[in-house]
T-cell receptor, first 119, second 114 residues
Framework: GAVVSQHPSWVICKSGTSVKIECRSL??????MFWYRQFPKQSLMLMAT?????????EQGVEKDKFLINHASLTLSTLTVTSAHPEDSSFYIC???????????????FGPGTRLTVT | AQSVTQLDSHVSVSEGTPVLLRCNYS??????LFWYVQHPNKGLQLLLK??????LVKGINGFEAEFKKSETSFHLTKPSAHMSDAAEYFC????????????FGTGTRLQVTL
């Protein structure tokens, strides 16, 4: 069956550095990718939406130059946190929407999340 | 615009007793509604979903939810709580015309005690 994975599952970086988070789909063509951020003890907040081959659409208040999203293929989307600061420490989750290889219906799958800690 | 309200931020039950997690929604269309569970430091797992078929939806691990249009509610229930049910639960709404955009509730933390 279809699977969505994220790499790394957790990362610690120093303030000012950049971090890239990958979201990969297996047996699944992710035509649309959603990226969420979840602060401790809070709900998921949508950051941006991207369609394969197109520029991402960012939610209000999310800096597009700070959170770079690339969705160049149907199986890979990346989120790069540039010049990370401690306030960017959060749990980042991708959600892939598209067609599975064994189903004619649109499906959706969440990635397992990436915990980012910026020191 | 779509929205969900989870009426309780924290619910505590004893093991073996019923669970009720409340959710009310607001939607301009006939919505799709979901319940997800998240265990500590883990990703989201789909418990069940309503997509305009049967109003009583059965999910995994003995959970079920009933869609009540007149009350704009989609409460999650389970007859008998288990210790492993302790987690964060999110009610989620999706309008058909919003390109699969989901709106999450603020979450309810379920505590199960002995």
């Amino acid at each position: 069956g279809a699977v969505v994975s994220q790499h790394p599952s957790w990362v610690i970086c120093k303030s000012g550095t950049s971090v890239k988070i990958e979201c990969r789909s297996l047996d699944f063509q992710a035509t649309t990718m959603f990226w969420y951020r979840q602060f401790p003890k809070q709900s998921l907040m949508l950051m941006a939406t991207s369609n394969e081959g197109s520029k991402a659409t960012y939610e209000q208040g999310v800096e597009k130059d700070k959170f770079l999203i690339n969705h160049a293929s149907l199986t890979l989307s990346t989120l790069t946190v540039t010049s990370a600061h401690p306030e960017d420490s959060s749990f980042y989750i991708c959600r892939a929407v598209g067609l599975a290889s064994d189903s004619p219906k649109t499906e959706q799958y969440f990635g397992p999340g990436t915990r980012l800690t910026v020191t | 615009a779509q929205s969900v309200t989870q009426l309780d931020s924290h619910v505590s039950v004893s093991e073996g007793t019923p669970v009720l997690l409340r959710c009310n929604y607001s939607s301009s269309y006939s919505p799709s509604l979901f319940w997800y569970v998240q265990h500590p430091n883990k990703g989201l797992q789909l418990l069940l979903k309503y997509t305009s078929a049967a109003t009583l939806v059965k999910g995994i691990n003995g959970f079920e939810a009933e869609f009540k249009k007149s009350e704009t509610s989609f409460h999650l229930t389970k007859p008998s709580a288990h210790m492993s049910d302790a987690a964060e639960y999110f009610c989620v709404v999706s309008d058909p015309g919003t390109a699969s955009k989901l709106t999450f509730g603020t979450g309810t933390r379920l505590q199960v005690t002995l």
